[in-house]
């Protein structure tokens, strides 16, 4: 990709530390819309694909929608915007707080992102120098390396659906979700299979044989990761200070 920046994938995890952080720490949303715009900003100039990330967050929006409904329903207080008999569907305290979890969301979801622009090696050799055991940071890889093989698996199978000529979005909702737990088991035993065929595959080549493993690459921070560091410790520290301050 033209114009990506090499850095570093403790740069790139210091990164995703800070803008989760300021994730979870605010509450204004004003500030959490910075936080992800400067998210999405991090991801483009680790070189990751903002179109890819819009896509993925375009298929939460109705479970987003339908937390802002359920905070309203279970939060009490506010002025009622939208009202059945007793019943409040809609608040303005429920809005602000489904606002508040559906940019959190995106934060972490992008700032997550950041981390797919590194290779699964430089990762796992990323987080040994940062002193994670080595099963540990196998084990994280691996994880993340089974999201999209999960995503191939439904794929593969709503693609199966759709050529036997059933139109999911044509059948009603509950047969619908029916359909899905049918759906369920096939796509788990696939995964499963894939995750035993693993396992054996590290057998063979005698995974944590020895106490000690080595590696023959050794990242080394270079000038631009340092910069980067301080500008993003630099950042996440004004924030901080303007939320204590606007608090």
Do not use: W
Not at 113 to 132: D, F, H, W, Y
Not at 143 to 165: H, K, S, W, Y
Not at 194 to 216: G, I, N
């Amino acid at each position: 990709m033209a114009g990506k920046v090499s850095l570093d994938p403790r740069t790139k995890l210091f990164m995703v530390l800070a803008i989760s952080s300021l994730a979870v720490f605010l509450t204004n949303i004003y500030l959490l819309l910075l936080v992800l715009l400067l998210a999405v900003a991090a991801l483009a100039f680790a070189g990751g694909s903002i179109v890819d990330l819009l896509g993925k967050l375009k298929r939460l929006i109705a479970i987003f929608i339908a937390i802002v409904f359920v905070q309203s329903i279970f939060t009490k207080g506010g002025q009622p915007l939208l009202q059945a008999g007793e019943l409040v569907i809609l608040s303005d305290i429920g809005l602000t707080r489904g606002i508040q979890t559906m940019l959190r969301f995106f934060i972490i979801l992008s700032s997550a992102a950041i981390m797919t622009t590194s290779n699964p090696r430089e990762i796992i050799q990323g987080l040994i120098q940062c002193k994670v055991p080595y099963e540990i940071a196998f084990m994280v890889t691996v994880a993340i390396r089974f999201f999209p093989i999960l995503r191939d698996e439904v794929n593969d199978i709503m693609t199966a659906i759709q050529l036997r000529g059933i139109n999911l979005k044509q059948v009603p909702f509950l047969k619908r979700l029916k359909t899905y737990s049918y759906l369920l088991s096939p796509m788990l035993f696939s995964v499963f299979m894939k995750s035993q065929d693993l396992s054996v595959a590290m057998e063979m080549r005698a995974f944590r044989a020895y106490p000690r493993r080595t590696s023959l690459r050794v990242l080394h921070f270079r000038t631009q990761d340092y910069q980067v560091m301080a500008l993003c410790t630099i950042i996440f520290l004004a924030i901080v200070f303007t939320a204590l301050k606007a608090g």
